[in-house]
């Protein structure tokens, strides 16, 4: 069997577009994400009981169901609500809510563990649970989160090849419309897994070293 | 009979009155029917075997620990809640009234619980900012006037990693001073610390007391026992044995386990 490099040549630059198209997708739903990972997590930590029971069933929801669902759920659900958001758009919402429930689970967790003395300090000077989770435990939790975090972005990253299914012309959908019109399955889907690849070693490195420079207590 | 580092009793005006505190764990009493009071301006120390409930008490009165039964009244309001205005049902405080409360006292840990995230003047300008509103610069301004009171005006860009035990303790002793508590309770706290460092937590403590500051200490200290406090309140078993001025209760114990306490305390 022979490679045909003319291919692989003509598919290189290809490619590096429809990364691109997975890192801004990446980016775009890492921060909704986080952002919404937070927001879900505090309500767990410090909510009403019934928000902390919905956040529960959200993140079990999450969790329990296969993601390549979910995007379908998403891409087909919104048009039914009256909202066509195309599939761009669906499949960043649909990442993004996903790992919103991940990440509910991490902050969960990390702020939880901080020992109870924190607590019980803020408490004897007159703190209310929002501002103690705000300004003692969820600072403290930063560090001890960022493990987490960071596998949790590049999995994001990776999860980003799922939305081929609805036709995002992101990196892996990219590949198949060039094994489409050229065949050549093994060489494009090989350098497929070298773009992914990449891409992950470089977050990995600077995720490292953000976690070096966190403070230490 | 008044040691040269006591003030003179003031006029006792209760300030802080517990009557008949009962606290269960489970199926264990921790606190059975304890009741006291201290006047305003009032050094008292709490001593007792462990496990005797002299940590529980101070719980209890900031509501780190909610009482099984009992009263707690600080300056005449009830702490904790109100009677329902039929007189017969107890409605407990909302957070927001419990948070209200709890400043009104001030704590301090046996292992000091600082912010480690925060630098020592932060740690003290925290509560101020968050919770009595004040600007940040103000905060700021009175938590610095707060750690020189302490001795530490050097170390307030420090954090709390970066300071020995003594000078965290008496960092968390600036914190809760900087609420303008109306009284302090003191948790053991010197007995996570190295022996040498012990003095000057107590010598902040001891200068604390002779300012006029209520204080309610816990602590197997007891020479700071016979020096500082007012009164000394001798627990076992969930139950106060017996209390009275230190020179009458060091001196002349009433009970047999007083005496049998003391007698070991003396011997370390």
Redesign the interface.
């Known amino acids: 069997m022979s490679i045909d490099w003319a291919v692989v040549a003509m598919a290189i630059p290809l490619l590096a577009q429809g990364a691109l198209t997975s890192l801004r997708i990446a980016a775009l739903a890492g921060l909704l994400g986080l952002a919404g990972g937070v927001a879900l997590g505090l309500i767990a930590l410090g909510g009403f009981t019934p928000a902390r029971l919905a956040v529960r069933a959200y993140v079990d929801f999450i969790r329990g169901t296969p993601l390549l669902i979910q995007i379908f759920i998403v891409f087909f659900g919104l048009p039914m609500l009256g909202w066509r958001p195309g599939e761009y758009l669906s499949g960043v919402i649909a990442l993004s809510l996903n790992s919103a429930g991940y990440i509910a689970e991490i902050v969960r967790g990390a702020v939880g563990s901080i020992?109870r003395?924190?607590t019980?300090?803020?408490?004897?000077?007159?703190?209310?649970?929002g501002?103690i989770l705000l300004?003692?435990l969820l600072?403290?939790a930063i560090r001890p989160m960022t493990p987490a975090l960071t596998n949790d972005l590049i999995t994001l990253v990776k999860n980003t090849s799922l939305l081929s299914v609805i036709s995002v012309y992101e990196l892996t959908r990219s590949g198949q419309a060039i094994i489409a019109s050229h065949f050549a399955p093994l060489e494009i889907f090989a350098l497929l897994a070298l773009y992914y690849y990449l891409i992950i070693s470089v977050l990995a490195y600077i995720s490292r070293l953000i976690e070096r420079k966190l403070?230490a207590? | 009979m008044v040691g040269p580092e006591r003030s003179s009793l003031p006029a006792p005006a209760p300030l802080l009155s517990i009557r008949n505190l009962c606290k269960r764990f489970g199926d264990r009493m921790v606190l059975k029917d304890v009741s006291f009071e201290i006047g305003a301006g009032e050094a008292v120390v709490l001593i007792g075997p462990s496990g005797s409930g002299k940590t529980t008490v101070l719980r209890c009165l900031?509501?780190?620990e909610t009482p099984t039964s009992g009263t707690i009244t600080l300056a005449g309001d009830v702490i904790g809640g109100n009677l329902a205005p039929d007189g017969t049902r107890w409605k407990p405080f909302g957070?927001?009234d419990i948070?209200?409360q709890?400043?009104r006292?001030?704590?301090v840990?046996q292992?000091f619980?600082?912010?480690?995230?925060l630098s020592a003047l932060q740690n003290v300008a925290?509560?101020p900012r968050?919770?009595?509103g004040l600007p940040k610069a103000t905060a700021e301004a009175r938590a610095a006037a707060h750690l020189e009171r302490v001795r530490l005006a050097d170390h307030r860009d420090k954090?709390?990693?970066q300071l020995s035990g003594g000078q965290q303790q008496r960092v968390?002793i600036a914190?809760?001073l900087a609420?303008e508590p109306e009284l302090i309770l003191f948790d053991e706290p010197t007995s996570a610390l190295d022996p040498e460092l012990v003095h000057e937590v107590l010598d902040v403590m001891r200068a604390l007391a002779r300012d006029g500051m209520t204080m309610i200490v816990v602590t197997h200290e007891m020479s700071f026992a016979r020096q500082v406090a007012h009164r000394v309140v001798f627990m076992a078993d969930g139950a106060i044995v017996e209390q009275g001025a230190p020179d009458a209760l060091f001196t002349a114990p009433q009970h047999e386990t007083t005496r049998r306490f003391l007698a070991h305390v003396r011997n370390r």
């Not at chain 2, 619980?113 to 995230?117: A, K, T």
């Open positions: 020992e003395g924190q019980e300090a803020a408490q004897s000077i007159g703190l209310t649970r501002k300004h003692v600072p403290q403070p207590w | 900031n509501q780190l957070e927001a948070a209200g709890r400043r006292f001030g704590f840990f292992r619980n600082l912010f480690p995230h925290l509560g968050l919770t009595l954090r709390p990693g968390a914190r809760a609420m």
